[in-house]
T-cell receptor, first 111, second 112 residues
Framework: EDQVTQSPEALRLQEGESSSLNCSYT??????LFWYRQDPGKGPEFLFT???AGEEKEKERLKATLTKKESFLHITAPKPEDSATYLC????????????FGAGTRLAVHP | DAMVIQNPRYQVTQFGKPVTLSCSQT?????MYWYQQKSSQAPKLLFH???????NEADTPDNFQSRRPNTSFCFLDIRSPGLGDAAMYLC???????????FGPGTRLLVL
């Protein structure tokens, strides 16, 4: 069964304290792994798509990496405005690109 | 700016009283999705439209229906809401073979 597991469930950081979020997945034929940011009471905001092991993408303080079994979202020198829930999703095989989401990591960055 | 719009942002309904949630998009995408997200849980796909073709997930309750009268609009109808249907409902769109789904802000549904 296709599955996505994110860890930790919650993470508290001090401003400037770098860390990584993990997304482990099992899917029969990965067609893409997606990272979204979700602020409280809002819809997910697209961050990155990764397609193959070894691929990396960066945006400001965020960097996403992909291996054959997991993805990491590295946050370098985070700021309070980076506080949000970060969702990972994999695209399952099929004609309509169904996304299977993890439950997310709730990140809180304190000044 | 092109975007996905959901109305209302907050909806309160009574147990068993039908409710309709609305999604519109200015992206001209041909695929539209409805997800249900309960507190601290992953979004769960309910159904999607590829153009006019409707596709229901196997575990979506019969209580949930959808309509897509045109490319821009899609509606989620909950025929007899129960307390367990209280959740955030997210609409997303995607263009054809493109990979990325773009989400609206969501509608928070409360069932009293």
């Amino acid at each position: 069964e296709d599955q996505v597991t994110q860890s930790p469930e919650a993470l508290r950081l001090q401003e400037g304290e770098s860390s990584s979020l993990n997304c482990s997945y099992t899917v029969s034929g990965l067609r893409g792994l997606f990272w979204y940011r979700q602020d409280p009471g809002k819809g997910p905001e697209f961050l990155f798509t990764l397609y193959s092991a070894g691929e990396e993408k960066e945006k400001e303080r965020l960097k996403a990496t992909l291996t054959k079994k997991e993805s990491f979202l590295h946050i370098t020198a985070p700021k309070p405005e980076d506080s949000a829930t970060y969702l990972c999703a994999v695209q399952a095989p099929g004609g309509y690109n169904k996304l299977i989401f993890g439950a997310g990591t709730r990140l809180a960055v304190h000044p | 700016d092109a975007m996905v719009i959901q109305n209302p942002r907050y909806q309160v309904t009574q147990f068993g009283k039908p409710v309709t949630l609305s999604c519109s998009q200015t992206l001209n995408h041909n695929v539209m999705y409805w997800y249900q997200q309960k507190s601290s849980q992953a979004p769960k796909l309910l159904f999607h439209y590829y153009d006019k073709d409707f596709n229901n997930e196997a575990d979506t309750p019969d209580n949930f229906q959808s309509r897509r009268p045109n490319t821009s609009f899609c509606f989620l109808d909950i025929r007899s809401p129960g307390l367990g249907d209280a959740a955030m409902y997210l609409c997303a769109t995607k263009q054809g073979a493109g990979e990325t789904q773009y989400f609206g802000p969501g509608t928070r549904l409360l069932v009293l």
